[in-house]
């Protein structure tokens, strides 16, 4: 299936740990994204790739390093997590040119 | 600052009634407007999109209603289903490159369809 995919699919995580969430996407697109939706489901960019370029980052806590291996795949490090990191991440990708913008399933992390 | 606002934040209709979701926005560089349809679990799938050179999109039972003047833009859903629950947003993104296309999104509504 042609899609955005994320791993794992939920990660649940102590204060203080050090943790990651994949995305692959195999729709041919060169620019990547990754969102986060706090409890009341608000939609915000973090960061943005375009073809392996750091393009966008959202005032987003240095603790979050994401990385782009190739362009179809954005990863997001997290470090020393905080209990205001619990939200769900959401990968999503698009092709330059179109402004269609297609979301990953999410990572639905827990920091207790 | 929330580049697009939507209204309202929760919305029940009778199966086979209108649904209308509303949002404002203030920066006249948007020039793309999608709305994202999201299930409990799942991400936002998008749903339908209009550029403000129309003033109506439909597809299917979805229609976007778009008045460039007001800045304001609305989707309707006509013979609303019980499938059709789910929480919709919302979006706005512009041409510049430096964005590379950002979306912009509003807070969300959620459609409960009563069978």
């Known amino acids: 299936d042609t899609a955005v995919s994320q791993t794992p699919k939920y990660l649940v995580t102590q204060m203080g740990n050090d943790k990651s969430i994949k995305c692959e996407q195999n729709?041919?697109?060169?620019?990547m994204y990754w969102y986060k939706q706090d409890s009341k489901k608000f939609l915000k960019i973090m960061f943005s790739?375009?073809?392996?370029?750091?393009?966008i980052n959202e005032t987003v806590p240095n603790r979050f390093s994401p990385k782009s291996p190739d362009k179809a795949h954005l990863n997001l490090h997290i470090n020393s997590l905080e209990l205001g990191d619990s939200a769900v991440y959401f990968c999503a990708s698009k092709t330059s040119g179109r402004r269609e913008q297609y979301f990953g399933p999410g990572t639905r992390l827990t920091v207790t | 600052q929330q580049q697009v606002k939507q209204s309202p934040q929760s919305l029940i209709v009778q199966k086979g009634g209108i649904s209308i979701i509303n949002c404002a926005y203030e920066n006249t560089a948007f020039d793309y407007f999608p709305w994202y349809q999201q299930f409990p679990g799942k991400g936002p799938a998008l749903l339908i999109a209009?550029?403000?050179?129309?003033s109506e999109k439909k597809e299917g039972r979805f229609t976007i209603s778009f008045n460039k003047s007001a800045k304001q833009f609305s989707l309707h859903i006509m013979d609303s289903q019980p499938g059709d629950s789910a929480t919709y947003f919302c979006?706005?993104?512009?041409?510049?490159?430096?964005?590379?296309?950002?979306?912009?999104f509003g807070r969300g509504t959620q459609l409960t369809v009563w069978p």
């Open positions: 790739y375009n073809n392996k370029e750091l393009i």
């Open positions: 729709l041919g697109h060169d620019t």
């Open positions: 209009i550029r403000p050179d129309v």
């Open positions: 979006a706005a993104s512009t041409a510049q490159s430096s964005t590379l296309g950002r979306l912009y």
